[in-house]
Structure formats: structure tokens, C-alpha cells
């Protein structure tokens, strides 16, 4: 016959397992816990790696971003605004059409008195705006990037000025109302025909860009080669309140293709002193 303290002792000992086994339990799910939050940190660099990889492959083959630093768009594009370029679509044969709002490397000399010289940053924010630059994360305040219109692509005739005073292209006058508001379409008359693979470009503020027209008596009548083409301004994305898509005017739809001819145009003669 058992005594009742040992009925007792037999009852108290799976009680003292049991909670044993939830303290045990508690130990565990801390150690996980903990085990987790390391892994979450320390997947945090290979995230910041991962993004900024993607930042710049974008920024290499897909999209940039682009600070306007000079007025020689204007209206259309105004200092200051930072524009979207679709640097993907040349990579699938897409090709320069009239009317696109280009991009394009400074072809030698061009960018004097286009845009002044930001001022210097202090040092360390300087390096940390070129570093996010560099990946795409900031526009590109780059002094040796332009931004006009294709006005004629190779094989075209570009002409200044019909009787109306308006350019033509091939022969069809264009109806320019992006051009800003006061400027003639060019007070400089010019008649170039567009060598193959070269564009020829004019800035929508006619009074105030030093485009194609100025450097009319340099090799290939002052037109541009494709390949310095760094890609189509797509969209004015900041500020706010100017976002707007820039699509290929009415006007240069219709256009009609060149007519073969071995003709090459004749220079423009410079009215006026230069202006930026």
C-alpha cells in the first residue's frame, strides 16, 4: 500500500517536466528569433548592393535622368527641369525621327556660353552627388550632354525660310507651335541637305541656341552624328507641376521622305552676333 507522499511526488514530477518543456520552448523561439533579425541584417548590404546594381544597368541601357542647366528649349523644356531619356529603343534598331527631343554628346565647341558652370558642391557632398550620378539615382549635370529637336534626319533638305518665314523640310513647311513664343522659326536663312547617319538640330528657343545653324560652316554643315546620340528625352518628370510627355509633333508626320539627289545645300550666312 503506497504512502500518500509518494502519490504526491509521482503527481508533482510531470508537472515540473511540463513546465520545463514550455521554458524549453521560450529558449527556442528567442534562439530563432534572434537568428532572424541577424539574417535581416545581414541581408540589408546585399540589398543596397542588389539596388544600386539595377540603378545602374538602368542608367546604362534603359533610362537617365537629366538636368537642363541652359534656356535653349524653352518653352518647351525650362532650366532647371529634370527629363527621363529612353536609352533602350536604339538597342532594337529604333531609329532618330523628326521631331524627337534628343540628347546628345557636345560633337567639339558647341557647349561654349550653352550653360554655365554649376557652382562646387563641399567636399564630400560632392563626391556622394557624382557617386548617385554615376548609378542613375541623380540627374546628369554633365556640361558635355546637349538637348535639342531633330529637325531633319539623313537625306533630308532642311530649308530656311519659305515665303512665310517658316522652315522646311523637303520642301513642306512645318507648323513649329513648340518654338518659344516671340521667336521667328530662324533669323538665320540656311539650306543644308542631311548627310546619311548625321541629324541636323535646332533648339525650340530659335533666339537663344546655339544649335545646328552655328556651325553651319564647319565639316557636315554643322549636323550631328547619330552615334554621339545619347538617347530621346521622354518625359519632363520634376518639377511636378511641368511633368509632361514630349511626343513627336504633328507637324513632321507629314513630311515626305527625300527625294534622291546629289545636290548639297548651301551654307547659311550668320545674322547678328552669336548667342547662347
Known amino acids: 500500500m503506497r504512502e500518500p507522499g509518494s ?3 509521482a503527481e508533482a514530477q510531470p508537472v515540473a517536466t511540463e513546465s520545463g518543456g514550455r521554458a524549453a520552448r521560450r529558449r527556442l523561439a528567442r534562439r530563432v528569433k534572434r537568428r532572424r533579425r541577424t539574417r535581416r541584417v ?17 542608367k546604362t541601357f534603359l533610362v537617365q535622368a537629366f538636368f537642363i542647366p541652359s ?10 527641369d529634370r527629363v527621363l531619356v ?5 538597342w532594337f ?8 527631343v534628343v540628347v546628345f554628346k557636345d560633337p567639339g565647341g558647341w557647349l561654349k556660353g550653352e550653360a554655365a558652370r554649376p557652382p562646387e558642391d563641399p567636399v564630400g557632398v560632392k563626391q556622394i552627388k557624382e557617386t548617385l550620378t554615376f548609378i542613375g539615382l541623380l540627374p546628369s549635370a554633365d556640361e558635355q550632354d546637349l538637348i535639342k529637336r531633330v529637325i531633319g534626319v539623313g537625306g ?8 512665310k518665314g517658316r522652315v522646311t523640310v523637303n520642301g513642306t513647311a512645318l507648323d513649329e507651335p513648340y518654338v518659344s513664343p516671340g521667336n521667328a522659326p530662324s533669323e538665320i536663312r540656311f539650306e543644308v541637305q542631311v548627310p546619311k547617319g548625321r541629324i541636323f538640330v535646332m533648339g525650340d528657343h530659335r533666339a537663344n541656341s546655339a544649335d545646328s545653324r552655328y556651325h553651319l560652316d564647319e565639316a557636315f554643315d554643322g549636323t550631328i ?3 554621339g546620340v545619347v538617347g530621346q528625352a521622354v518625359v519632363i518628370a520634376w518639377p511636378f507641376d511641368h511633368w ?33
Open 225 to 227: 552624328d547619330e552615334g
Open 7 to 9: 502519490r504526491r511526488g
Open 86 to 90: 529612353d536609352k533602350l529603343t536604339p
Open 156 to 163: 533630308d533638305t532642311v530649308m530656311c525660310c519659305d515665303a
Open 42 to 58: 545581414g541581408e540589408v548590404p546585399l540589398l543596397i548592393i542588389a539596388a544600386l546594381c539595377i540603378a545602374l544597368v538602368l
Open 93 to 100: 534598331g529604333s531609329k532618330i525621327e523628326r521631331g524627337d
Open 244 to 276: 509632361r510627355k514630349l511626343e513627336q509633333p504633328a507637324t513632321f508626320r507629314s513630311v515626305p521622305d527625300p527625294a534622291p539627289s546629289g545636290r548639297r545645300g548651301r551654307r547659311g550666312r550668320r545674322r547678328g552676333p552669336p548667342f547662347a
Open 71 to 80: 534656356g535653349s528649349m524653352e518653352q518647351t523644356i525650362r532650366i532647371g
